[in-house]
């Protein structure tokens, strides 16, 4: 019975069972469908069985270890037990099911769909009716994106004589009789509303627990006899030995007779800043062309400087001067196969280089097959051929002045404030649309538009933008955007600060790394210069924030709502724990600041689009602030532990040589397990808050989305890393500990990037296929490393 005991309350016991709990929900990720994936794992028994084993096995080691003794700890544990219990109340006693409503049409029952069997359906009798008495899908100005769906309802209870209108959205739920409605989704005609209903008895329980892992995680680290209150109180105390540098570093470091693009490129440049300023509606947002014209430019070149020219000089020649610019090479192929197919010099082509004598395009096969192969099959030069085939269509677009929808109707109210382009304007006086006085004006004030800045006209261009904004303001003054905002906008887009953010955060930490091993293998110090990479450091930092600001300031929404925002976010989360940390060490603060340059290197590629966008509807709550905060701040913090692993193993392979070393690594490993712990911390909370939002958005708190189930893996793994660090604390300069901190960055990597741009099936997923596969198979190749560390250092210790 002993031995029972010491098997069920042993933390070797708890990081198998860890171990298991991580594979079988990394398993169920990958399989085909959700059904199978809650046949065989999320919904099984034995699935249920292993979850109620790590609690039994959780009350055990806190009583064998008497964890009560430090109450932080122990609340902090039991709120786990709290989650766990709260979990399976809501498993076994609660449901979820589907209302779906036709306008006018009255329910009293839900369908409940099982979610590993999906044709096992059952109707549930509610106990009273619900009225769907009208349905509004809201979209963005001038476009099909949907920025809100309501339903009005009307409850009916008789036997509590009850009869009752109310109005749910997403985010904005209705409660009655313990069972709350949620707007789920639509049918595709806008004429009939799907609700989810659901019954959790669970839920305060499992919110309980929430508060109390919250709060009892903040007091613990502020626990004075915890480890990491420990450890960090070393880590205020001035090192023995510094890294650091000095560095001065730079920061913002139709067709026309006798036309010419030297002449053009001179005189162009005050046209074509005049013509930027136009409004133009793009994607349901209205902008400046200077915006559009960036994003044209960027898809087209890859740059936003081509020929001499500025990307408005650009756009700007392309709509004036189109049978010029057409000859001119614009388009970037970035395939060497496909140059050679098509016969094109170099990495430019001109519009007219992809097409035939008849004006038909060159690769229409290519594209063809491409676009009829499924996605998971494509090669990588069929990716290319689309790419190339979306530029080449963006061109055209421009050409014929399609993009510019800078026209609003007379009934623009009617038409939710859709804009039309010339070309538009011009079919509808063709079809006897609009009136022909009217499409006079319209196209008048295009022609001299054109004839502007064929003339390199400032006045007569800047005279043709007001006679624009003149009929926008008429038609569609609700949606234009303030004057200020825009000039805002346009001067966020000119000063381009991430871009250059790139440079300086790779700069400054590679010149870091460097004097920081200069002076290791020197022991020299620098006090004065550490001081000024610091400083550099903040004023950098500062920049960020401010832009991160301003585009929060145009685009009305915090800016970590997309991949592009939220890899700008991580990178400054990157920034901003390294400078907390590390003010008197430059390898410290050239490992943080490399991290925050690497990922603004990834916002920049090309799979990842950095232009404003408008919001999705369930995106648009407070919760947004809150979750994403938390959890991308602490990929930042996760992010300089991985780096700091990576120079603590270099500094273990130095250390054969220089054995004074050892205390350095001995403090690095402090501090890894110091960022680690914050980093743990604000996953969990960030979490946490997720649960929350789906809870009050889908109905669920948990519905074993691939990206909240990797969120838990991540959860776990760090958690796996930091119980294993305590238990061989008395080697605190053990290889081990800082190779798992850097392999457990891939569950990060995973979490985020193999979510959103792979398995992409989930609710949080940004598109699948967007990336190379290669990455993939590197993060993938790191869990498995990681795996294999573990149970290698598990079964066989590796030799201290």
């Not at 060490?585 to 990922?599: E, N």
Request: charged share 15%.
């Amino acid at each position: 019975m002993v031995k029972v005991w010491q098997v069920i309350s042993s933390i070797k016991l708890s990081l198998v069972l860890i171990l298991i709990f991580i594979i079988a929900q990394a398993v169920a990720t990958f399989l085909p469908s959700e059904t199978q994936a809650f046949g065989y794992v999320y919904g099984s028994v034995w699935f249920e069985c292993l979850m109620w084993f790590i609690g039994l096995n959780l009350i055990s080691v806190m009583l064998r270890y008497r964890t009560y003794k430090k109450m932080p700890f122990f609340i902090l544990h039991l709120s786990i037990l709290v989650i766990l219990i709260g979990a399976g109340i809501t498993r076994h006693f609660g449901f979820k099911g589907t209302l779906h409503l036709r306008d006018n049409q009255t329910k009293s029952y839900i369908v409940l769909t099982n979610r590993a069997n999906p044709d096992d359906k059952k109707v549930k009798e509610l106990g009273f009716s619900v009225r769907l008495d009208r349905f509004v899908i809201r979209t963005y100005p001038g476009s099909m994106q949907p920025s809100s769906y309501d339903s009005y309802i009307t409850i009916i209870d008789k036997k509590s004589h009850r009869t009752f209108k109310y109005h749910i959205y997403m985010n904005h739920i209705l409660i009655y009789k313990g069972l709350r409605f949620y707007q789920a989704s639509y049918d595709m005609d806008g004429k009939g509303s799907i609700l989810a209903v659901s019954y959790d008895p669970g839920m305060y329980v499992t919110y309980f627990g929430y508060i109390l892992f919250i709060l009892s995680f903040i007091f613990a680290i502020l626990y004075r006899k915890s480890q990491f209150f420990k450890d960090v109180k070393t880590l205020i105390s001035p090192p023995k030995a510094t890294v650091v540098f000095t560095l001065v570093a730079l920061f913002f470091s139709s067709h026309s007779n006798g036309f010419s693009l030297k002449e053009y490129v001179v005189k162009s440049k005050r046209s074509a800043s005049e013509f930027s300023k136009i409004l133009v509606q793009h994607n349901g947002r209205v902008e400046p062309m200077d915006t559009l014209d960036l994003d044209i430019v960027h898809k087209l070149t890859a740059k936003s400087h081509l020929l001499g020219m500025n990307y408005n000089q650009i756009v700007a020649g392309m709509v004036s001067f189109p049978d010029e610019f057409e000859k001119l090479p614009l388009i970037y192929v970035e395939n060497s196969n496909i140059r050679k197919e098509l016969n094109i010099k170099g990495k430019y082509a001109s519009y007219n280089d992809f097409l035939t004598k008849k004006n038909m395009p060159l690769f229409f096969k290519s594209v063809f097959r491409a676009m009829h192969t499924p996605d998971f099959k494509r090669t990588q030069i069929q990716r290319d051929w689309l790419k190339l085939n979306e530029r080449v269509y963006i061109a055209y677009l421009v050409f014929n002045s399609q993009i510019m929808r800078i026209f609003p109707l007379p009934k623009a109210k009617l038409e939710n404030f859709k804009w039309y382009s010339p070309v538009e304007i011009e079919h509808f006086f063709e079809k006897g649309a609009i009136k022909k006085k009217l499409a006079r004006k319209y196209l008048t004030f295009y022609i001299n538009l054109i004839n502007s800045l064929k003339k390199y006209d400032t006045r007569g261009v800047a005279k043709a933008r007001s006679d624009i904004y003149s009929l926008q303001r008429e038609f569609s003054k609700p949606i234009l955007p303030s004057l200020k905002k825009v000039e805002w906008e346009i001067r966020y887009n000119h000063m381009q600060i991430f871009s250059h953010l790139i440079g300086v955060y790779t700069l400054l930490g590679l010149l870091g790394l460097l004097i920081g091993f200069l002076e290791i293998t020197r022991d020299r110090l620098f006090k004065k210069s550490a001081k000024v990479l610091w400083f550099l450091g903040i004023v950098a930092i500062l920049i960020h924030t401010f832009n991160m600001g301003l585009r929060w300031y145009i685009s009305g929404h915090a800016p970590w709502s997309d991949a592009y925002e939220s890899i700008i976010f991580i990178a400054w989360a990157s920034v901003f724990s390294t400078l907390i940390f590390f003010r008197n060490s430059a390898i410290g603060l050239g490992s943080g600041l490399l991290v925050g340059g690497m990922f603004m290197v990834v916002a920049s590629i090309d799979n990842i689009n950095p232009q404003i966008t408008n919001i999705v509807p369930v995106l648009n709550s407070f919760w947004l602030i809150i979750h994403v905060a938390f959890s991308i701040i602490s990929y930042g913090f996760l992010s300089v532990a991985a780096m700091l692993g990576l120079i603590n193993l270099t500094l273990h392979v130095m250390k054969s040589s220089k054995p004074s070393l050892l205390n350095k690594i001995e403090r690095f490993n402090t501090v890894i397990y110091v960022y680690l712990v914050i980093g743990l911390g604000l996953l969990s909370f960030g979490t946490i808050f997720g649960a929350v939002w789906a809870n009050q958005s889908w109905g669920a708190y948990w519905s074993w989305d691939p990206k909240e189930t990797w969120s838990l893996i991540s959860i776990l793994v760090y958690a796996f890393l930091i119980h294993r660090n305590i238990m061989y604390r008395a080697d605190n300069r053990s290889v081990l500990f800082p190779l798992l901190a850097f392999l457990s960055y891939a569950f990060i990597l995973m979490t985020y990037f193999g979510v959103n741009f792979y398995i992409a099936q989930g609710l949080h997923s940004y598109g699948r296929g967007s990336g190379s596969l290669s990455w993939f198979y590197v993060i993938v190749t790191g869990m498995v490393a990681w795996f294999v560390v573990v149970i290698l250092s598990e079964l066989a210790p590796l030799k201290k």
